[in-house]
């Protein structure tokens, strides 16, 4: 591909970013929800305004992240702006699809078609019109998982940062270590030096150190100081969610765990997956998976740990009750 060709190429695939961006950002925020929605997202919506202590854990990510878009955007009240926001991080997730397709070597048709399938799976949508930490959630998941398939020394230190300060947004992608681990032991022998180890660690500890915003935060007493982390008690009982119970996502009486709950747990899980998008598309995702790892393509390997410890480990491990509130709690993190 000679110079004049290339830049062609990247003058389009710029273009087509900026055209996706746009219109899904549009789309989104004409069907963003005008005010307060139900579920967490009052809660939300109280703590990016005043920067308060939500409910274990907290989310301090999303409290500070969201108070900087509030105040970068000042038209439109509260409740829609931060409905915008959620909006806003769903349309960088949609791009981040379009980027991590063309690295993995998909034409840039078929890296949007990918995003507009994504685009279209029902938790997707939901979650980019009401205020939650599912959206950035999302972003960051996308984020680190650019800097895995990337693979390098530096794109791996930028990932261990994101990761920190991504788990402070919802604990969820603790589950991505194991991919993460994998990356490095398998991919990448450069970072598995003293000093790479130690940039790594400390760019994660980095980015995790958005959690000392809580007790700093709680110690002003703002509206919302759920816990009050003060302490290192308090502090600790918020990060390990123990009003919960570390292991599960209810509140409520939880299930005993058995092997006749886990197997009911595993076809609730198939259930609320069938219903992101239709089983064709999955059923080709499964196909390309096996072609790619019979072309020895390790991408497929990390793509594979990725949804089984975010997928029905978690599911698993969230241990909710059978009932239509644990049906709607779980439909959100499908995203």
Same mark, same amino acid.
């Given at each position: 591909?000679?110079?004049? %060709? +290339? ?11 900026? $055209? ?32 308060? /202590?939500?409910?274990?854990? =907290? ?18 009240? =509260?409740?829609?702006?931060? @409905? ?8 960088? #997730?949609?791009? !981040?699809?379009?980027? $991590?397709?063309? %690295? ?7 890296? /949007?078609?990918? &995003?507009?399938?994504? &685009?279209?799976?029902? #938790? ?19 984020? *680190? ?5 990337? @693979? ?16 402070? @947004?919802?604990?969820?992608? *603790?589950? !991505? ?11 990448? %022998? ?18 995790? =150190? ?17 816990? +009050? ?29 058995? !092997? ?12 609320? $997956? ?15 998976? !096996? ?7 390790? %991408?497929?390997?990390?793509? /594979? ?13 969230? @241990? ?14 499908? /995203?």
């Amino acid at each position: 591909m000679d110079f004049e %060709e +290339k830049t062609g190429t990247i003058v389009t695939r710029k273009l087509a970013l900026l $055209i996706l961006f746009l219109a899904s950002f549009g789309v989104f925020a004409r069907l963003a929800a005008p005010s307060v929605t139900v579920g967490d997202a009052g809660e939300f919506m109280t703590t990016s305004q005043t920067l308060s /202590i939500a409910h274990p854990p =907290s989310f301090p990510t999303y409290a500070v992240a969201g108070k900087l878009f509030l105040e970068l955007v000042p038209f439109g009240s =509260s409740p829609l702006r931060s @409905n915008y926001f959620s909006g806003l991080t769903g349309a960088l #997730s949609l791009l !981040m699809v379009v980027v $991590i397709g063309l %690295e993995l070597g998909g034409g840039l048709i078929f890296s /949007i078609l990918l &995003a507009l399938i994504f &685009a279209g799976s029902a #938790s997707f949508l939901e979650n980019n019109l009401v205020t939650e930490v599912f959206s950035l959630n999302t972003l960051f998941f996308l984020l *680190i998982l650019h800097c895995l398939v990337k @693979n390098v020394a530096s794109w791996m230190v930028l990932g261990a940062f994101l990761l920190g300060i991504g788990i402070g @947004n919802h604990q969820i992608l *603790i589950f !991505m270590g194991p991919a993460f681990l994998w990356a490095l032991f398998f991919r990448n %022998e450069k970072v598995w030096t003293r000093k790479g180890w130690f940039l790594l660690s400390g760019a994660f500890l980095l980015g995790f =150190s958005i959690n000392i915003y809580l007790p700093i935060r709680a110690a002003k007493d703002p509206p919302l100081n759920w816990g +009050k982390p003060t302490t290192l008690h308090r502090f600790y009982r918020t990060l390990a969610r123990q009003d919960y119970g570390s292991l599960t996502l209810s509140l409520g009486e939880a299930p005993q765990r058995n !092997m006749g709950n886990s197997l009911r747990h595993g076809k609730q899980f198939l259930k609320h $997956i069938g219903g992101q998008a239709p089983w064709g598309v999955f059923a080709v995702g499964f196909l390309g998976l !096996m072609i790619s790892i019979a072309n020895r393509r390790r %991408e497929a390997w990390l793509i /594979i740990i990725l949804f089984l410890f975010m997928g029905p480990l978690f599911y698993l491990l969230g @241990n909710l009750p059978f009932n239509a509130q644990s049906d709607g709690i779980m439909g959100r993190f499908f /995203i």
